[in-house]
């Protein structure tokens, strides 16, 4: 892999576009859920799979991995609808970025704009999120799509994530970096279609809104 670091902190090229960009979902399972505490662990499910179905709307690559689900239990249901055709790869690795199945897609992808939410942000989020930053990636970790054991433990994990080169960053506004243009209107049906029913008042506004706009134009 790529061990330089040309990084970019600013200007428009720092920002996220549907090209530049690939999604790594990692654990997302019952074990790891009944012993996150940071957030309500609705919101987190809300969240991962409003992100999940903004990637499919942008076409971004989008990786599931799942650890020992024998014991710790199949990928949420809502993920894997939301991409019903892909096995998540099953690991020992508590690290995800030790598993060459992983890093091989993400390599194969050809982008460096690498966006990571786990359970549990302490372990499976900052360990490949630091790894990765180390080997070139410009790494994203989605916060609110993720979760720790405790308050602290998330808070803690972002602060040593940030202190490495990574990037926090919220589902929503991952969605809105890809969208950009308000003036695209395929995608941002699309977008609404997909994802409206997870960002709460906005979801609903929009609906709202392209409802007024469908009204018209029939009119």
Known sequence: MNTSTNRTYSGLDAL?????SVLLLIDHQPFQFANTHS???????????G???AAKVFNVPTILTTVVEERGGFIIKGLQEVYPEQKPINRTFINTWQDSRVTD???KTGRKKLLIAALWTEV?????AIQAAGEGYEVFAVTDASGGVSREAHDMAVMRMVQAGVTPITWLAVASEWQRDWARGESAIALNDAAGDHSGGTGIASAWEYQLLNSQSHA
Do not use: Q
């Not at 996220?16 to 530049?20: A, M, S, V």
């Not at 499976?124 to 490949?128: F, G």
């Open 51 to 53: 992100l999940a179905k």
């Open 124 to 128: 499976c989020l900052a360990m490949p």
């Open 105 to 107: 897609m993400v390599e």
């Open 16 to 20: 996220l576009t549907p090209e530049n």
């Open 39 to 49: 957030h309500d662990t609705t919101l987190i499910v809300n969240n991962v799979v």
